[in-house]
């Protein structure tokens, strides 16, 4: 099976391995290369670990017919990091500990492609500030005061946790 053609106005036409290259997709190349040095090591769980995450990144880019933006891999990245976590909670409570150690390595190999989560106090900040621009002063606002903060802490910070710290200083 041959890759599709594609043309931009103004350019030559090219295949989808082409336009990654010149998007600069690097997430994927960077999981691409980890995968292949955990193959060379022989290091199984890793490099199952890392066939999921490259998976999913590539079921996304194949949904959407396009090399994905950082914000979509981020997405995709967060999505993955729930699963687990909701997965390993699962895992725990029904005392499988085996299963429940899997995805937690898959957690932590995942974290490593994510940015720094924010600090209690940055993202305590990045709240008040929020709630001082849009004028916040019940519960009722918190809708507007979420849709701004969301943009700003996107992958670095837990949208439940976000919700809380709102709604404690809304309270």
Known sequence: MS??????????????PEIRQTVGVELIGTIESELKEARLARDDDRRDALALILASLRSAEKELQRPLSEDEELQVLQRERKKR???FQAYEAAGREEQADKEDYELEVLEEFMPEPLSDEELDEIVDDVI????????RDIGRVMADVMPRVSGKADGSAVSQIVREKLA
Do not use: H
């Open 3 to 16: 890759l599709p053609e594609v043309r931009f106005p103004g350019s030559t036409s090219c295949t989808w």
């Open 85 to 87: 976590v909701e997965a």
């Open 132 to 139: 001082a621009e849009v004028g916040a002063t019940s519960l």
